[in-house]
């Protein structure tokens, strides 16, 4: 690749280097400029912008509404040239109640709402900012902190605000940059201002500590955690975890002891009008069985009403399934990955953040006084300048009246400064009266007295920290329990101890025929099916398994590979059509076959065992428990490789193995000579000199060994005498007796 410079020099740059070198300057852009908050007032550079022109411009607190669209396009204008919309996304957010704890926008007019509907175009809204935001802006103009050239470097923007409110924790904040996210939940101020007065007084303060303080999350819609102390604890501690939210609901007595379950909150970042189709879709599938109706009554408060399909339901029960399947329970991922410094991206603790807050406040406390002791200096300068006026008040009128330089004049004559001349020759002439000189006597003794407490407090560390406490302690005033928003919304409980809600509470018990055709077309009819010739496949297919089991139950597919697929009936699909491919729905390799289907009951899966045999002749016995496979990619029980293959799956009954090669051996021996395995290649079963694995069952030994009679008869073959076949695993066996099926099976 070449790359041409403005004065014409051509270099050769390798296509990784100049893509490298791009993608690293994006990256580092995303990051820092757009993505991640600063630790210290827990803005991105979006936010950051939208408060300091809409306060530069007169759209504050205490002033009346004005039209959004006036806002964005000055933002967009000086500051932000990214386009209106994401601006004024940014800006919805700021100012809506159900997304920010504490609001950092005013807003008048259809801003969304908690169903996920979206804010109106921003000329039909207005805005200005709010109190917490104004909290932010103090002292922006005192030289608190560092400005920077904007885009077009016309001008210069803040690279942080004073921040006075702790906004990063009090709002939290979220994003995704390139290689990195954040997500950091919002907090109640006045417990955020307790632990940072605690860390004030004790600098070794852990985490447990502070967590007293501030014990978890506030979220501004509510709901309840349930996430553990360790949990919340090991998350705070590390910066990264997840914690448990759960929606907060009322039981409601009604007549006859009727009941209704009433949710009162939805968990933070949850749309209510998706959650309320997720359970009206759950409830038309009705694999919501304990749920008889589902009816929204909120209006400006959530109020969604759940009714029990009898009153012997329990609410507690019936909640635990719906936080299973619904996002009435959520978990917050929090990471607190943060711009340190405004440069470093870092995954802080939560000392670190309070400590970060703490240490910017004392900076802008230092560079705000000494901002006030220059203006002072300068005041103090003017001031003895008109001193010396007034006790020579009529030569300084002479000079100035007829002397053609007044301004070196006066320098010359009394050694006064360039600004002390220049004050002394703008000044009114309603100044020179008496009562004036004595008013700037005492603004001078006032100022000195002001300007020695400043100086006192830039050289003592103390003082400063001192300072920083009453400012914290008068935040917490301004936005603690006083506050609209004050009062702590989210509580921090113990989730319920229920038992594992059965699959029957989740799904509806019906009888369903599960047939599975010779190419692996799946489906589930309703009922149980009694005349298989009634079933339909496709052209050049035919039925291979016809199972009959309930929609509670799972389907347990074993195929060549050795690998188990677990599958719900519930989920197959159903219809009198021919059903979909399983290959869909389970992730088999086109080089295997299924071996075994078979129908899995939750009450059997306690003490049920299986037997799966290779095409070699080695096996084990694994629980079926142990083979349920969770996921789509199944479960690897049986090892196989090279030729070798899966070529058996039976239920163990009995206490003795009858297992036959092709070469016609039969070997029998005891059910206990076989290990239990969860997975493995297993052991040899039976050996093979010149054949290999035919069939295997098994059966009780007493009872004698039976086998369908070769031909189109249903007859029965019985072996009550198998001593002559009976030996130790792993041996050749001998010949089958006379009547064995040809096809080297046992039926």
């Known amino acids: 690749m070449t790359s041409s410079s403005s004065s014409g020099n051509i270099r050769q740059v390798s296509l990784n280097e100049a893509m490298g070198e791009r993608y690293l300057s994006y990256a580092l852009s995303t990051i820092t400029a757009r993505s991640l908050p600063d630790v210290r007032d827990g803005l991105k550079p979006v936010q950051r912008r939208i408060l300091y022109a809409m306060k530069e411009s007169g759209n504050t607190s205490e002033k009346p509404y004005r039209k959004s669209a006036s806002a964005v396009g000055y933002v967009m204008m000086k500051y932000h040239p990214h386009g209106n919309d994401p601006i004024y996304e940014a800006m919805v957010r700021m100012a809506q109640d159900f997304s920010s704890r504490y609001p950092l926008i005013e807003g008048q007019g259809n801003f969304g709402s908690l169903d996920g509907d979206n804010a109106a175009a921003m000329r039909y809204t207005e805005a200005r900012l709010s109190a917490p935001s104004m909290a932010l802006l103090e002292g922006i103009d005192e030289n608190a902190v560092d400005f920077q050239d904007t885009y077009n470097g016309e001008t210069q923007e803040p690279s942080v605000l004073p921040s006075s409110f702790p906004n990063l924790l009090a709002n939290g904040a979220s994003g995704i940059a ?143 399934s719906l936080y299973k399947m619904t996002e009435l329970e959520t978990r917050f991922h929090l ?42 200096a300068r005041r103090l300068e003017i001031l003895e300048g008109f001193m010396v006026a007034y006790l020579n008040i009529e030569e300084v009128i002479r000079i100035i009246r007829f002397d053609e330089t007044p301004k070196e004049t006066l320098m010359k004559r009394w050694s006064l400064s360039d600004l002390q001349a220049e004050s002394i020759l703008n000044m009114k002439l309603r100044a020179l009266r008496k009562l004036e000189e004595i008013q700037i006597r005492q603004e001078h003794e006032g100022l000195l007295e002001e300007q020695k407490t400043l100086q006192n407090l830039l050289s003592d560390e103390k003082s400063q920290w001192k300072s920083v406490g009453q400012q914290i302690r008068d935040i917490k005033k301004r936005f603690g329990s006083s506050h609209p928003f004050g009062l702590r919304r989210t509580t ?112 059997d899966l306690k003490d049920q065992r299986l037997l799966v045999v290779a095409s070699d002749g080695r096996g084990f016995i694994v629980a079926t428990k142990d ?15 090279g030729r070798v293959r899966a070529a058996k799956c039976l239920v163990v009954e009995g206490d003795g193995v009858a297992i036959v090669g092709n070469n016609r051996k039969l070997l029998v021996f005891p059910v206990e000579e ?15 000199r010149e054949g290999r694995f035919s069939d295997v069952t098994t059966f009780v030994i007493a009872e004698g060994l039976s086998w369908p ?34 096809t080297n099976t046992f039926g």
């Open 674 to 688: 076989i290990p239990q395995m969860t997975r493995g290649r297993g052991v040899i079963l039976q050996r093979y």
């Open 709 to 742: 009679m070769s031909g189109a008869t249903d007859r029965i073959r019985h072996e009550s005498d198998i001593w002559p076949w009976l030996g130790r695993r792993s041996q050749s066996g001998r010949m089958a007796p006379n009547g064995f099926p040809r």
């Open 492 to 603: 921090l409980e113990e989730a319920p101890e229920v038992t594992d809600i059965p699959l029957e509470a989740m799904i509806e018990r019906e009888p369903v025929t599960v047939v599975c055709s010779e190419k692996g077309w799946i489906r589930s009819l309703k009922g149980h099916q009694t005349d298989d010739s009634d079933l339909r496949y496709k052209e050049g297919d035919k039925g291979k398994f016809i199972l009959r089991a309930e929609t509670t139950d799972k389907v347990l597919i074993f195929t060549s590979n050795g690998r188990f697929f677990t599958l719900g009936i519930d989920k197959l699909p159903g219809g009198r059509g021919h059903g979909d491919p399983l290959r869909l729905m389970i992730d088999l390799d086109p080089a295997h076959d299924i071996i075994d289907m078979r129908i899995a009951k939750t009450s």
């Open 178 to 320: 390139v290689g990195m996210a954040t997500n950091i939940p919002p907090h109640n101020v006045g417990e955020i201002c307790d632990a940072l007065l605690a860390l004030l007084k004790k600098a070794s303060i852990t985490t447990a500590e502070l967590l007293s303080f501030m014990p978890g999350p506030d979220f501004p819609t509510g709901g309840i955690l349930v996430e553990k102390p360790d949990a919340i604890h090991k998350a705070y501690e590390t910066g990264r975890g997840g914690l448990r939210l759960r929606a907060r609901y009322e039981v409601e007595s009604l007549k006859g002891s009727q009941y209704q379950i009433v949710v009162t909150e939805i968990p933070y970042q949850v749309q209510k009008g998706r959650l309320i189709e997720k359970l009206a879709d759950l409830w038309t599938q009705k694999k919501l069985p304990l749920l008889a109706d589902i009816r929204d009554e909120s209006t400006t408060d959530v109020r969604l009403v759940l009714v029990p399909r009898s009153r012997t339901v329990d609410p507690v029960v019936l909640m635990e």
């Open 627 to 641: 083979v349920m496979a969770q996921t789509k990619s199944g479960k690897q029980i049986l090892n196989v490789e």
């Open 335 to 376: 990471n607190m990955n943060v711009l340190d410094q405004g440069k470093v991206p870092r995954v802080l603790s939560l000392k670190q953040v309070l400590q970060a807050f703490l240490d910017h406040r004392q900076e802008v406390l230092c560079r705000r006084a000494q901002n006030r002791l220059n203006q002072i």
